[in-house]
């Protein structure tokens, strides 16, 4: 019997290709990154080998550093990116006061004292007179009347006495107010008047029959009217004493008006002119009293007139500079405007050449471009809702405008120099 060749054995080779151990034995193979079941060449038990805990570490380690990396970015571009832009429209708001000022006469013995200016005191005599209606009435009566046109198409003339009977065909009865005779083939206008006043009998043209007549004259003799009767009431007029008032009212204005055409340039110097009458000197004469039956009345009137003429650009200049005094230090005066300052004549002296004027005036102040109206600590972390609500709570705010940047962020950064706050002018 021949004799078996027993395998000899050899040692394992080990050859690395892409990552894999391998050796000449097929039953033996190695990957550094899974597990394996290696065989004891001595042994020839199986035993699993398990996955480097190094590997998972770094990987963490890994991700941890790209979250923190991104989450730093943010915070980085949070900060060195977001601002916000409040931009404010201010609220004008007015402001007032006044001045009073002695003006001297120029041929005044008396030498103005401060805050005098020198001008011109006199006084003239005026007289005026104008007719004005009564407007006090009260009703006495009310009437319909009109006009009908009788027409004769019988062979006879036909006489009508006043008061003749006219009817409508709606059964109004109307009346002639005089006797007249109708020619034979003619026509006569005559005047009628309703038989009973309601505004209903204001009818429009129309035919009338002559009830009076024999009914067989009645298609033949006949009355027409061509316009529209009216309704009327009759009233009287009489003087009221607000007629009286308003007259001398109209005309005391119609003395000042007559005083400023009279003077003509005497007071080409000066650009300010007050014309006040003397209440003391005024006559009046009225041609009625209250309660007389009239449709109008005249009234006369003469009066003395003051005459004060100063230099109003002077005074104006006074008014700016006190209001500009006055404007709080956090706001500043935009408006002013010297034809709107208002004079009125407090007291007169023309004998002593002295008068006393008060000028009132206004105008309109804003804050200032760089005042502190917002306190930027109190709106960090707002959101745009609760920023709108804070901004309109500012009476000295008009209106404003919130710019975030980017565009997508919806609330206030929370670093205030983050924060920029313009007033627009």
């Known amino acids: 019997m021949p004799l078996k060749k027993r395998p000899l054995k050899t ?6 290709k892409k990552g894999v ?3 000449e034995d097929p039953d033996l193979y190695l990957n550094p990154w899974q597990g394996l079941k290696k065989k004891d060449v001595n042994s020839h038990k199986i035993v699993s080998a398990s996955k480097p805990k190094s590997v998972n570490l770094y990987r963490k380690i890994a991700l941890s550093f790209v979250f923190l990396t991104i989450i730093l970015l943010a915070i980085i571009f949070y900060f060195s990116f977001v601002h916000l832009t409040i931009v404010l429209i201010p609220s004008q708001e007015r402001i007032s006061n006044n001045l009073i000022i002695d003006i001297y006469n120029k041929d005044s013995e008396d030498m103005p004292q401060s805050k005098a200016l020198v001008g ?3 006084n003239i005599t005026i007289a005026e007179e104008k007719v004005y209606s009564a407007n006090g009435s009260e009703i006495i009566g009310e009437e319909v009347v009109g006009k009908v046109t009788i027409i004769n198409n019988y062979t006879k003339n036909q006489p009508l006495v006043a008061t003749t009977r006219l009817l409508s065909p709606d059964n109004k009865l ?3 107010k005089k006797t007249i005779n109708v020619p034979v083939g003619g026509s006569v206008e005559v005047e009628v008047y309703a ?5 209903e009998m204001a009818i429009g043209p129309t035919k009338f029959i002559i009830p009076g007549l024999w009914a067989g004259l009645q298609d033949k003799i006949y009355a027409q009217s061509q316009i529209q009767f009216s309704y009327a009431k009759q009233t009287k007029k009489y003087i009221e004493q607000s007629d009286i008032d308003m007259a001398v009212k109209d005309l005391k204005n119609r003395l000042l008006e007559k005083a400023a055409k009279e003077i003509g340039d005497s007071y080409k110097g000066y650009d300010k002119v007050i014309y006040n009458i003397d209440e003391n000197t005024v006559n009046l004469d009225v041609d009625g009293k209250v309660g007389e039956e009239k449709d109008e009345f ?8 003051t005459i004060v003429a100063f230099s109003g650009e002077k005074i104006s200049n006074m ?6 005094s006055i404007v709080p230090s956090d706001k500043e005066l935009i408006d002013f405007n010297p034809d709107e300052v208002v004079y009125n004549l407090n007291n007169v002296n023309v004998n002593q050449g002295i008068a006393t004027v008060s000028a009132g005036f206004e105008g309109q102040m804003i804050i200032q471009e760089n005042a502190e109206i917002i306190d930027r600590n109190k709106i960090v972390g707002l959101t745009r809702e609760q920023l709108e ?3 309109g709570s500012f009476r000295e705010i008009d209106g404003f405008e919130i710019k975030f940047s980017p565009s997508f962020v919806d609330k206030v950064p929370n670093l205030v120099d983050r924060i920029k706050v313009e007033i627009k002018k």
């Open 298 to 305: 005249k009234i006369k009137i003469n009066a003395s007139v």
């Open 11 to 16: 040692k394992a080779k080990k050859t690395t």
């Open 21 to 23: 151990v391998k050796t």
């Open 389 to 391: 609500d804070y901004l």
């Open 195 to 199: 038989d009973e006043t309601k505004p």
């Open 319 to 324: 008014a700016q500079e006190k209001l500009i």
């Open 174 to 176: 109307f009346r002639t």
């Open 120 to 122: 011109a005191v006199e």
